[in-house]
């Protein structure tokens, strides 16, 4: 099955400085990729996906890269701010078989200094 | 728009006594729904998931259960609950044979 890898485990910046994490994913078959933030006592929020047919999307201060070939992935957050410390997943799955669940990494608390 | 309730907020149950989570949807026909639980710390592990009302595939064995009685309603039940069944329960949906899934705010169920 599906095995997905998130690095790093914490994350301190400075306000206004980037933040980068990276996720490895083992089945090349995958083919969905999706970023969710969450909030202490909160259920995981939807940030930003992407799919295989794409490398690279972005919205706003926030951006996805994704290299099939060495299968990683990775979230980019420009100019970050204060209220974007949460506890960050990223996630995997194969579209269109019978498995329709997510397979996620371990999870990267970022942590933004003001 | 579509949106997703999950009840009770908090739970301490006993060991050893029943449980029952409930989780709906709205706003949306033939979603697919999921069970995650979330140990302190770590990440979202798969429970259950459900293709439609009374279909229920599981991911793990263990001391849970779930059903769909009806197409927007996904219930995860125990008969007896273990001091292991703590944790953050967390409920989603997603739209059939696509993403993304949206979370529920989630149940944390403490056993004493």
């Known amino acids: 099955g599906e095995n997905v890898e998130q690095h790093p485990s914490t994350l301190s910046v400075q306000e206004g400085d980037s933040a980068v994490i990276k996720c490895t994913y083992s089945d090349s078959a995958s083919n969905y990729f999706p970023w969710y933030k969450q909030e202490l006592g909160k259920g995981p929020q939807l940030i930003i996906d992407?799919?295989?047919?794409?490398g690279e999307k972005k919205d706003q201060r926030i951006a996805v890269t994704l290299n099939k070939t060495a299968k990683h992935f990775s979230l980019h957050i420009t100019e970050t701010q204060p209220e974007d410390s949460a506890v960050y997943f990223c996630?995997?799955?194969?579209?269109?078989?019978?498995?329709?669940?997510?397979?996620f990494g371990s999870g990267t608390r970022l942590q933004v200094q003001p | 728009s579509q949106t997703i309730h999950q009840w009770p907020a908090t739970l301490v149950q006993p060991v050893g006594s029943p449980l029952s989570l409930e989780c709906t949807v709205e706003?949306?026909?033939?979603?697919?729904l999921y069970w995650y639980r979330q140990a302190a710390g770590r990440g979202l592990q798969l429970l259950f998931y459900s293709v439609g009302i009374g279909q229920i595939s599981s991911e793990v064995p263990q001391n849970l259960s779930a059903s769909r009685p009806q197409d927007r309603q996904f219930i995860l039940s125990s008969k007896k609950l273990l001091l292991s069944d703590s944790g953050f329960y967390l409920c989603a949906w997603g739209d059939t044979g696509n993403q993304p899934q949206h979370f529920g705010d989630g149940t944390r169920l403490s056993i004493l």
């Open positions: 996630a995997a799955l194969t579209l269109d078989t019978g498995r329709r669940a997510l397979t």
């Open positions: 706003g949306t026909s033939n979603p697919n």
């Open positions: 992407i799919r295989s047919n794409v």
